[in-house]
Protein backbone atom coordinates (compact mmCIF):
# COMPACT_ATOMS: atom_id res chain seq x y z
CA UNK A 1 0.00 0.00 0.00
CA UNK A 2 1.44 3.30 -0.75
CA UNK A 3 0.66 7.06 -0.01
CA UNK A 4 1.87 9.72 -1.38
CA UNK A 5 0.06 13.64 -1.80
CA UNK A 6 2.34 15.65 -3.34
CA UNK A 7 0.26 19.13 -2.68
CA UNK A 8 0.22 17.97 1.21
CA UNK A 9 4.13 16.83 1.02
CA UNK A 10 4.96 20.47 -0.75
CA UNK A 11 3.20 21.90 1.81
CA UNK A 12 4.76 20.05 4.50
CA UNK A 13 8.14 20.79 3.33
CA UNK A 14 7.18 24.72 2.74
CA UNK A 15 6.34 24.51 6.05
CA UNK A 16 9.58 23.50 7.00
CA UNK A 17 11.75 25.62 4.87
CA UNK A 18 9.60 28.33 6.31
CA UNK A 19 10.52 27.38 9.83
CA UNK A 20 14.34 27.00 9.29
CA UNK A 21 14.03 30.62 7.41
CA UNK A 22 12.69 32.04 10.40
CA UNK A 23 14.97 30.02 12.89
CA UNK A 24 11.75 27.59 14.29
CA UNK A 25 11.31 24.26 15.78
CA UNK A 26 13.98 22.20 17.44
CA UNK A 27 16.07 20.28 16.07
CA UNK A 28 14.41 16.80 17.13
CA UNK A 29 11.58 18.57 15.18
CA UNK A 30 13.81 18.73 12.07
CA UNK A 31 14.63 15.20 12.34
CA UNK A 32 11.68 13.78 13.16
CA UNK A 33 10.41 16.13 9.79
CA UNK A 34 13.50 14.82 7.76
CA UNK A 35 13.06 11.11 8.36
CA UNK A 36 9.22 11.26 7.63
CA UNK A 37 9.83 12.93 4.73
CA UNK A 38 12.44 10.48 3.64
CA UNK A 39 10.25 7.37 4.68
CA UNK A 40 7.50 8.74 2.54
CA UNK A 41 10.14 9.09 -0.80
CA UNK A 42 9.93 12.97 -0.87
CA UNK A 43 12.58 15.51 -1.32
CA UNK A 44 11.78 18.87 -0.98
CA UNK A 45 12.60 21.06 -4.02
CA UNK A 46 16.01 22.57 -4.00
CA UNK A 47 14.66 26.01 -2.52
CA UNK A 48 12.94 24.65 0.08
CA UNK A 49 16.31 22.56 0.90
CA UNK A 50 18.84 25.71 0.85
CA UNK A 51 17.60 27.22 4.03
CA UNK A 52 16.87 23.85 5.68
CA UNK A 53 20.53 22.93 4.89
CA UNK A 54 22.03 26.16 5.93
CA UNK A 55 19.45 25.89 9.34
CA UNK A 56 20.88 22.28 10.38
CA UNK A 57 24.24 23.51 9.55
CA UNK A 58 24.02 26.27 12.02
CA UNK A 59 22.25 24.02 14.87
CA UNK A 60 24.92 21.69 14.05
CA UNK A 61 27.50 23.91 15.73
CA UNK A 62 25.76 26.03 18.15
CA UNK A 63 22.77 23.40 19.62
CA UNK A 64 23.20 20.09 21.53
CA UNK A 65 21.99 17.24 19.40
CA UNK A 66 21.18 13.39 20.29
CA UNK A 67 22.71 10.57 18.49
CA UNK A 68 19.05 10.17 16.78
CA UNK A 69 18.85 13.23 15.74
CA UNK A 70 22.11 13.26 13.74
CA UNK A 71 21.91 9.83 12.32
CA UNK A 72 17.87 10.59 11.01
CA UNK A 73 19.43 13.79 9.24
CA UNK A 74 22.31 11.61 7.54
CA UNK A 75 19.98 9.35 6.56
CA UNK A 76 17.85 11.80 4.92
CA UNK A 77 20.81 13.44 3.50
CA UNK A 78 22.49 10.45 2.24
CA UNK A 79 18.84 8.64 0.74
CA UNK A 80 18.35 11.70 -1.23
CA UNK A 81 22.33 12.46 -2.07
CA UNK A 82 22.24 15.93 -1.14
CA UNK A 83 26.28 15.55 -1.64
CA UNK A 84 25.76 14.81 -5.11
CA UNK A 85 22.38 17.13 -6.02
CA UNK A 86 23.80 20.23 -8.58
CA UNK A 87 22.85 22.99 -7.02
CA UNK A 88 23.23 22.31 -3.11
CA UNK A 89 26.42 20.35 -3.19
CA UNK A 90 28.66 22.58 -1.37
CA UNK A 91 26.32 23.10 1.33
CA UNK A 92 25.02 19.57 0.95
CA UNK A 93 28.81 17.80 0.81
CA UNK A 94 28.99 19.95 4.04
CA UNK A 95 26.60 18.48 5.77
CA UNK A 96 27.08 15.51 4.99
CA UNK A 97 30.45 15.63 6.25
CA UNK A 98 29.42 17.39 9.81
CA UNK A 99 26.73 15.16 10.02
CA UNK A 100 29.37 12.19 9.33
CA UNK A 101 31.91 13.07 11.81
CA UNK A 102 29.61 13.94 14.79
CA UNK A 103 28.27 10.52 14.07
CA UNK A 104 31.87 9.25 14.44
CA UNK A 105 32.42 10.90 17.69
CA UNK A 106 29.10 9.77 19.28
CA UNK A 107 29.12 6.39 17.88
CA UNK A 108 29.92 4.77 21.51
CA UNK A 109 26.14 6.64 22.44
CA UNK A 110 24.20 5.00 20.10
CA UNK A 111 21.83 2.64 20.56
CA UNK A 112 21.09 -0.45 17.91
CA UNK A 113 18.73 1.09 16.10
CA UNK A 114 20.87 4.40 15.40
CA UNK A 115 23.98 2.39 14.86
CA UNK A 116 22.04 -0.07 11.62
CA UNK A 117 20.84 3.69 10.36
CA UNK A 118 24.20 5.24 10.90
CA UNK A 119 25.52 2.02 9.19
CA UNK A 120 22.93 2.35 6.53
CA UNK A 121 23.31 6.02 5.87
CA UNK A 122 27.21 5.29 5.06
CA UNK A 123 26.52 2.58 2.63
CA UNK A 124 23.98 4.88 0.94
CA UNK A 125 26.78 7.73 1.43
CA UNK A 126 29.14 5.43 -0.89
CA UNK A 127 26.89 4.53 -3.53
CA UNK A 128 28.93 3.64 -6.39
CA UNK A 129 32.22 3.61 -4.21
CA UNK A 130 33.55 1.11 -1.71
CA UNK A 131 32.13 2.23 1.92
CA UNK A 132 34.01 2.74 4.54
CA UNK A 133 34.90 -0.82 5.72
CA UNK A 134 36.88 0.31 8.64
CA UNK A 135 34.02 2.69 9.69
CA UNK A 136 31.35 0.05 9.23
CA UNK A 137 33.39 -2.64 11.45
CA UNK A 138 33.76 -0.24 14.00
CA UNK A 139 30.04 -0.08 13.67
CA UNK A 140 29.56 -3.53 13.87
CA UNK A 141 31.77 -3.46 17.06
CA UNK A 142 29.56 -1.33 18.65
CA UNK A 143 26.48 -3.34 17.59
CA UNK A 144 27.44 -6.54 19.41
CA UNK A 145 29.29 -4.74 22.71
CA UNK A 146 25.47 -5.04 24.07
CA UNK A 147 24.04 -8.24 21.30
CA UNK A 148 22.09 -9.38 24.36
CA UNK A 149 19.90 -6.18 24.47
CA UNK A 150 19.86 -6.53 20.87
CA UNK A 151 15.84 -5.76 19.52
CA UNK A 152 14.65 -7.99 16.86
CA UNK A 153 13.84 -5.16 14.35
CA UNK A 154 17.65 -4.00 14.72
CA UNK A 155 18.53 -7.14 13.69
CA UNK A 156 16.20 -6.48 10.36
CA UNK A 157 18.04 -3.92 10.01
CA UNK A 158 21.75 -5.23 10.17
CA UNK A 159 20.98 -7.46 8.10
CA UNK A 160 19.85 -5.52 5.47
CA UNK A 161 22.50 -3.37 5.60
CA UNK A 162 25.31 -5.32 5.63
CA UNK A 163 24.09 -7.47 2.97
CA UNK A 164 24.05 -4.29 0.66
CA UNK A 165 27.54 -3.26 1.50
CA UNK A 166 29.21 -6.51 -0.05
CA UNK A 167 30.49 -7.06 3.22
CA UNK A 168 29.19 -9.34 6.76
CA UNK A 169 29.49 -7.27 9.51
CA UNK A 170 27.96 -9.58 12.41
CA UNK A 171 26.74 -12.74 11.00
Request: a positive charge; charged letters at 25%.
Amino acid sequence: MQWHDEHLLCGLSESLRCASELRRGTVRDYSLCLQSLRRLNYCPWVGALRPIIRELRWRLRRQHWRALDVVLVLRFASAFALQHLPQVRAEGLALCRELQTRAETRMGDMRHLELAHFARAIVQLNKGGLPDTALLERAAENFSRRIDDLPLGAAGAVGRWGGGSGCNPLF
